[in-house]
């Protein structure tokens, strides 16, 4: 029901664009966006979006580099983060994940997570 691409190797200063295809589901209820979880430490939030009203959330550690944006069709909902100026420390799996309205956007709160994919920045 959530399907994401679009990880792979870059340099640092460099972008990618990660996309979550949402399906099966009343994404309309549900605000959808990304975790990431680097070697070593816990999963944590980076964005997400709501796919009612539009409105985002962003880690401190991504604002002003990332941005999430959606696609909504009548029967999916597509998300995507583009990721800019991207460090070493963004290195990471990154998963997307759907939390339903109104709550929380962090793990307890995930109903549906896709696959993850690798994002790695080289130095």
């Known amino acids: 029901q959530l399907q994401a691409s679009g990880g792979g190797l870059v340099q640092a200063g460099g972008s990618l664009r990660l996309s979550c295809a949402a399906s099966?589901?009343?994404?309309?209820?549900?605000?959808i966006g990304w975790f990431r979880q680097a070697p070593g430490k816990e999963r944590e939030e980076v964005s997400c979006?709501?796919?009612?009203?539009?409105?985002?959330?962003?880690a401190d550690s991504v604002k002003g580099r990332f941005t999430i944006s959606s696609d909504n069709a009548k029967t999916t909902v597509s998300v995507y983060l583009q990721m800019n100026s991207l460090k070493p420390e963004d290195t990471a799996v990154y998963y997307c994940?759907?939390?339903?309205?109104?709550?929380?956007?962090?793990?307890?709160?995930?109903?549906?997570w896709g696959k993850g994919t690798q994002v790695t920045v080289s130095s």
């Open positions: 979006i709501s796919s009612r009203d539009g409105s985002t959330y962003y």
């Open positions: 994940a759907a939390v339903p309205g109104g709550n929380y956007f962090n793990e307890a709160g995930v109903d549906f």
């Open positions: 099966g589901f009343a994404f309309d209820d549900y605000v």
